[in-house]
């Protein structure tokens, strides 16, 4: 049973930073994809960036040259460095993981990906 677990949220000013972590357990599949997604009030759950066991990577337009997605597959984390952050950041924001799957799937529409954290919240002030 694959298990996620984040950390790292917290509250910023606009134009800080933060690093959210994904611990995975659990999870012993050649093919993969992992992925942040994040959901504020009142709004659907959205890709944000993910990558899978190739290395490949997919960014939302809305984070691009401000957030980095990344992984350590010794500590089994996933990361998110995100840097330049703006209120409308603002949301709870959710680890996903996919098996067999590659990057489309865990940077798509929500309801396609398996495996969920119980997410951390990232509040960004102006």
């Known amino acids: 049973q694959v298990r996620l677990v984040e950390s790292g949220g917290g509250s910023v000013q606009s134009g800080g930073s933060l690093r959210l972590s994904c611990a995975a357990w659990?999870?012993?599949?050649?093919?993969?994809?992992m992925g942040w997604f994040r959901q504020a009030p009142g709004k659907e759950r959205e890709a944000v960036a993910a990558?899978?066991?190739?290395?490949?990577?997919k960014n939302a337009d809305s984070v691009k040259g401000r957030f980095t997605i990344s992984q350590d597959n010794a500590k089994n984390t996933l990361y998110l460095q995100m840097n330049s952050l703006k209120p409308e950041d603002t949301a709870m924001y959710y680890c996903?993981?996919?098996?067999?799957?590659?990057?489309?799937?865990?940077?798509?529409?929500?309801?396609?990906?398996?495996?969920w954290g119980s997410g951390t919240q990232v509040t960004v002030s102006s």
């Open positions: 996903a993981f996919d098996r067999y799957a590659g990057v489309d799937v865990c940077s798509g529409s929500w309801y396609g990906v398996g495996y």
């Open positions: 990558i899978d066991s190739d290395g490949n990577i």
């Open positions: 659990g999870y012993r599949y050649s093919s993969y994809c």
